[in-house]
């Protein structure tokens, strides 16, 4: 299974714009991408999932290069209640097998400043 | 996305003794899943609940400590076994409804051992 690589930290001022890249190197071609948010006390919260080009939603927005060896989470104009663990998965549904395997990595830690 | 409920959201127990935790979602779904999240860490899965037959364990877990039961296709436990102070983590619940769509997580069991 793909193993992620994100950045351990990320700061940020309110009304910018935030983009968190996941480097996964040796995504399989079943796999898809999805992003996760976490705030202390609460379990991850989906935030968006793809595939390969860009996905936007009303939250986020998705880039993945033709490769799909990395990804990008954007975030429109951060506000302080962004600040949160966000953490890139790979993985999902084998189609093959039946099977189902995503795995944590570390996660990115985003503190927004006022 | 489906309601996951987790029963106890927390508790504190004595080294020894046993702790099962309820897993209760609002839907039927295709895959349960038990992760333990360590203080300031990431998620770790334990195991996949397969339902009416034995779970099936990472690399490091074992059924004698964690046993797990899914009895149907809406409920899931999780039984932490003679508990040390090592135990003390968050555990939560995570689903997938469907092939194709993304899990979604329960806001964890907070464990204590004294």
């Known amino acids: 299974l793909a193993k992620t690589t994100q950045p351990i930290s990320m700061d940020s001022y309110e009304g910018q714009e935030v983009n968190i890249t996941c480097s996964h190197n040796?995504?399989?071609?079943?796999?898809?991408i999805t992003w996760y948010q976490q705030f202390p006390s609460q379990g991850p919260r989906f935030i968006i999932q793809?595939?390969?080009t860009k996905v936007t939603n009303e939250v986020a927005s998705l880039f993945i290069p033709a490769d799909r060896k990395s990804s990008t989470l954007s975030l429109p104009r951060v506000s302080l209640s962004d600040t949160a663990v966000y953490y890139c998965?790979?993985?999902?549904?084998?189609?093959?097998?039946?099977?189902?395997?995503?795995?944590f990595g570390a996660g990115t830690r985003l503190f927004v400043k006022a | 996305s489906a309601v996951i409920s987790q029963k106890p959201s927390r508790d504190i127990c004595q080294r020894g003794t046993s702790l099962t935790i309820q897993c209760q979602v609002d839907?039927?779904?295709?895959?349960m899943f038990w992760y333990r999240q360590q203080p300031g860490q990431s998620l770790t899965l334990i195991a996949t609940?397969?339902?009416?037959?034995?779970?099936?364990?990472e690399s490091g877990f074992v059924i004698d400590k964690f046993p797990i039961s899914r009895p149907n296709l809406t409920f899931s436990t999780l039984t932490v076994s003679n508990m040390s102070p090592e135990d003390s983590s968050i555990y939560l619940c995570?689903?997938?409804?469907?092939?194709?769509?993304?899990?979604?997580f329960g806001d964890g069991t907070r464990l204590s051992i004294l």
């Open positions: 839907s039927q779904v295709t895959m």
């Open positions: 609940a397969n339902q009416g037959s034995e779970a099936t364990y």
């Open positions: 040796n995504i399989a071609t079943n796999d898809y």
């Open positions: 793809g595939y390969k």
């Open positions: 998965l790979v993985g999902g549904f084998n189609l093959n097998t039946g099977g189902f395997k995503t795995i």
């Open positions: 995570s689903v997938v409804g469907e092939v194709g769509q993304p899990q979604h």
